[in-house]
């Protein structure tokens, strides 16, 4: 058998027609690219959390419920007993084990653009991936097309980014209450960005028993951790941990994170900063008439160049030492867009440089 035969006698048809997720090589640059918290932890914190570590035993099996950390997330959260929490590596690991339960016909639905974990995991089982533009003026909820697409294909889940990535606004509220009403199915509100947001649909769980809430700790401030916890009714959890693989959560995150998590008023203090920089350069970008920056509820900013020029833009901040993200190949409404994390009064200083020369650069073409 060749090479060639061998592939498409093993995998499946749907995994051969993917692209892998690819991660921009961000050596020697400014990283804002990938919506990470710029900031270290205080000098004293990390000493403490070093001494914690040299108790690690790393001989031994982690803690397969990672109960402490669960408890510790369960008081932080202050969710009532009756809700359980579902521990991944990362949210990705969550999406992945949600999709992982449904039957094989199963369709899943989304906005879009969206986070694009949903539609790549739903391509990899091989599931009826459903994608429903956003309006075009304000990336708000189209509802009457969601609503619609709900009642034709019937989804076993739905992921309605909180938040939304790349877009960085939150949706109408009461649209989202509607489509929760609307879904025969488990409709997941993903709230990485919840830090940046002051807004949650944690106190609604009471209400719908198809809510689930998915966070995560990456956006915090410890996105090397890879912890990201979905919360929901008790008999929904149990399902999915039959099929999460044992031991999912390392030693080293179970302790590090429940320490970080123990000591969170210095993520909330690098939270506030990081809101104070948005709106510095949120002005900063609309204070070009080229440029339209749209408002942002997340610690990123999406902005769209002069039509045809972001590329062109993407490439010569880059060639300045500072990296963003290009989304203008994601097309829609994405079309000539750029997205740019919000970093250290430093960084932004630098990134609002770089794109200053680029678009003088376009100017003298």
């Known amino acids: 058998m060749t090479q060639s035969n061998l592939i498409t006698h093993v995998f499946r048809k749907e995994v051969l027609a993917m692209s892998a997720y690819k991660v921009a090589d961000a050596t020697g ?12 932890w205080p000098e004293a914190i990390k000493a403490q959390w070093l001494e914690l570590l040299k108790e690690c035993q790393l001989n031994r099996y982690p803690d397969a419920e ?20 579902l521990l991944g590596n990362g949210s990705d690991e969550i999406i992945q084990l949600l999709l992982m339960a449904l039957p094989e016909d199963s369709a899943v639905l989304a906005p879009a653009p969206g986070f694009v974990m949903y539609k790549q995991i739903s391509d990899s089982l091989g599931l009826k991936y459903i994608a429903v533009p956003l309006l075009t003026e304000d990336f708000e909820l189209d509802l009457p097309a969601m609503l619609r697409a709900i009642k034709q294909y019937q989804p076993r889940v739905i992921f309605l980014a909180y938040p939304n990535n790349p877009t960085a606004n939150l949706f109408n509220e009461a649209a989202i209450v509607e489509i929760i009403k609307a879904a025969q199915g488990l409709v997941v509100i993903d709230e990485a960005y919840a830090p940046f947001a002051g807004a949650s649909f944690i106190d609604q769980l009471n209400h719908y028993d198809n809510l689930l809430v998915m966070q995560t ?11 990201g916890y ?14 999460r693989l044992p031991y999912n959560i390392n030693s080293l995150t179970q302790l590090s994170a429940e320490f970080a998590l123990s000591n969170k008023f210095f ?17 900063a970008l609309n204070s070009y008439e080229e440029i339209i920056a749209y408002p942002s509820a997340a610690n990123f900013i999406l902005f769209k160049t002069p039509p045809g020029k972001a590329t062109d833009i993407f490439l010569s901040i880059k060639n300045q030492g500072v990296l963003i993200k290009n989304m203008t190949s994601q097309g829609g409404v994405l079309t000539d867009c ?15 440089k770089t794109l200053h020369n680029s678009l003088k650069e376009l100017q003298q073409i």
Not at 29 to 40: Q, V
Not at 269 to 283: M, N, P
Not at 338 to 352: C, D, S, Y
Request: charged share 25%.
């Open 267 to 283: 993520f909330d203090e690098q939270t506030q900063a990081i809101c104070a920089e948005r709106a510095i350069v949120l002005k």
């Open 29 to 40: 640059l400014i990283k804002l690219d990938a919506m990470e918290n710029p900031y270290r």
């Open 66 to 85: 990672a109960k402490a950390l669960v408890e510790t997330l369960k008081q932080l959260i202050q969710l009532p007993d009756y809700f359980e929490i």
């Open 217 to 227: 700790v990456s956006k915090l401030g410890l996105a090397g951790l890879r912890l």
């Open 230 to 243: 979905l919360m929901g009714r008790a008999d929904v959890i149990k399902q999915l941990n039959k099929i």
């Open 338 to 352: 750029l997205r740019v994390t919000i970093g250290t009064p430093e960084e932004n200083k630098a990134f609002l």
